[in-house]
């Protein structure tokens, strides 16, 4: 039985988790094994590389500091998480992935794209997700409604712009490995969304 690997991006606070937890619980249900995660922090030395990139008391980081950092965490978390997961034939449910560097540290801090596209990669070794679900929003509306903000969540609203923008451009890059959804729609609908997605995605995996 092969894995199947399904990422949950966006901006910030539009429901990733809420849709993860869901997912999972749907897949769980169907009696699959079913390993939830999240970049940054899900190993030991990512749990203190996530307190580096986000907690407003660090020090500050230079652009490519932090795009390393969350590179330096991928690779700890492919390595020790999901790699072993999907070779269990585990279903892999990431809130957050490469996308999120793309968008945050390529389009919002505005680095090379190429570059940070690069040691994505690298740090990955490649590992692409089966599906990826955009949850898509207004960042004004998004944002506005988060209290306490960590570092990335207290940028302006120009950054917040420009990494939802490239979030969708990453999606209409490669429509077949996305499902772009508005993510204000009736959080059940969203799920009955995300369900009938993966399930064909599955079909497509097994035959
Ligand atoms: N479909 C929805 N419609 C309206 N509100 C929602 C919906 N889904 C989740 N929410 C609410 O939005 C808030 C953020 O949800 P959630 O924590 O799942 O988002 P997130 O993308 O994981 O956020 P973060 O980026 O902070 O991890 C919560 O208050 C949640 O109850
Ligand atoms: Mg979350």
Redesign the pocket.
């Known amino acids: 039985m092969t894995g199947l690997f399904v990422v ?1 991006e ?11 937890a869901l997912l999972a619980d749907a897949l769980a249900a169907d009696g699959r094994e079913v390993v939830r995660t999240f970049e940054p922090g899900d190993t030991p030395a990512g749990a203190r590389i996530r307190q580096l990139l986000l907690d407003p008391s660090s020090a500050p980081l230079s652009p490519w500091a932090e795009a390393l950092l969350y590179a330096a965490d991928k690779a700890n978390h492919i390595r020790d998480v999901v790699a072993p997961a999907l070779a269990r034939g585990a279903a892999v449910v990431c ?1 957050r992935y490469i996308d999120s560097m793309l968008a945050y540290q390529g389009a919002g801090r505005v680095l090379d794209m190429a570059q940070v596209e690069q040691v994505a990669r690298w740090a990955t070794g490649g590992l692409l997700p089966d599906l990826t679900v955009l ?1 898509d929003l207004d960042p004004a509306l998004a944002v506005a ?2 209290g306490d903000k960590d570092r990335l ?1 207290a940028e302006s609203a120009d950054f917040h712009q420009r990494v939802r923008e490239h979030f969708l451009a990453l999606a209409a890059r490669d429509p077949g490995r996305y499902l772009v959804l508005p ?5 059940d609908e ?1 799920a009955a969304a995300v369900a009938e997605r993966v399930s064909a995605a599955r079909g497509r995996l097994s035959t």
């Not at 993510?183 to 959080?187: E, V």
């Open positions: 949950f966006g901006g910030d606070g539009v429901g990733k988790s809420t849709q993860a809130d949850l409604e988060i969540e993510a204000r729609l009736p959080r969203l």
